[in-house]
């Protein structure tokens, strides 16, 4: 019996930071990441954005945001690492929903409410032995995806990047022309009528647009616009595969590649830092 590997896109977005650290986050009993402020204040805000699209008013939205976050401020699970106080961190939320109102509400089309955090678990490979799986935010009425984030500085967004190798614009487009085509046509055609070889592929370009809005005091807001096509879907195939590869061949109880050139390798980031890289540096 085949076996089958279903991906979702924070955890590809982790290996392709550092492999240990997605092998432990997945497989690991003593990994702890607990919600720190950061986490949870993307989070709201996201609370904040479904009202929106769902027809709720401004202050109906950020009412609800800001009681999800006043309940999870309470749980014990919630760790304060960069914002200590609970009317710091809910002034954050209301700043933030403030500038999404005005500068990114008034931009999206419409959004079939059944769009908004659509789930989806649909296979990728024509073999259907790796699959995708998730929830994208919002897709408008044209088809374009939709994605909410806060950032402590902006500028950390760029525009080349995106287009060059953000993975979760790659994983919500492709994973929404293959909701189309199982839909339309369910999961073996489906399969076939993405794999033609390109230009015949049924994946044509699909919009994907960040909304990113800043911590700051005076919060701003911008829109990074990008497009994937068959080429990506492809090489998304062919990265997961090597994970797979890695999987199969290393098992889950011994450590695997460990890559600290990226912000989130420190003490503040990620739980493994102490019997990580951490050890070697220890005062």
Not at 91 to 96: A, D, M, N
Not at 102 to 129: H, K, Q, W, Y
Not at 154 to 167: F, L, N, P, S, T
Not at 232 to 246: G, P
Request: aromatic share 10%.
């Amino acid at each position: 019996m085949r076996k089958t590997y279903t991906f979702r896109q924070s955890w590809a977005k982790d290996f392709l930071l550092c492999p240990e650290r997605s092998r432990r986050s997945a497989f690991d009993p003593e990994w702890d990441s607990p919600d720190t402020d950061a986490t949870v204040l993307g989070t709201a805000l996201h609370e904040y954005m479904e009202s929106r699209l769902h027809g709720l008013s401004h202050s109906e939205a950020e009412e609800d945001a800001v009681a999800w976050l006043d309940a999870r401020m309470e749980a014990e699970d919630f760790e304060r690492i960069q914002i200590k106080g609970d009317d710091t961190l809910r002034g954050k939320l209301v700043g933030c929903a403030s500038r999404m109102n005005v500068s990114v509400v008034p931009s999206i089309p419409p959004v079939d409410p059944a769009e908004i955090e659509r789930l989806f678990n649909v296979p990728l490979t024509a073999d259907g032995t790796i699959r995708l799986k998730g929830a994208w935010d919002a897709r408008d009425i044209n088809g374009r995806i939709w994605d909410w984030k806060t950032a402590a500085q902006i500028e950390r967004y760029q525009g080349w990047e995106i287009d060059r190798w953000h993975v979760q614009p790659t994983f919500y487009c492709v994973a929404a022309t293959i909701v189309d085509l199982v839909e339309a046509h369910g999961e073996d055609a489906a399969m076939e009528l993405m794999w033609k070889e390109a230009p015949t592929s049924a994946m044509a370009e699909v919009d994907f647009t960040y909304a990113v809005v800043s911590k700051s005091t005076q919060p701003i807001a911008k829109l990074f616009h990008t497009t994937r096509n068959i080429g990506h879907a492809s090489w998304l195939a062919e990265q997961l595969r090597s994970f797979v590869t890695l999987y199969e061949g290393v098992g889950v109880d011994h450590a695997w590649p460990k890559n600290d050139q990226h912000a989130l390798c420190s003490a503040k980031w990620c739980p493994a830092w102490n019997d990580c890289k951490g050890k070697h540096f220890a005062q």
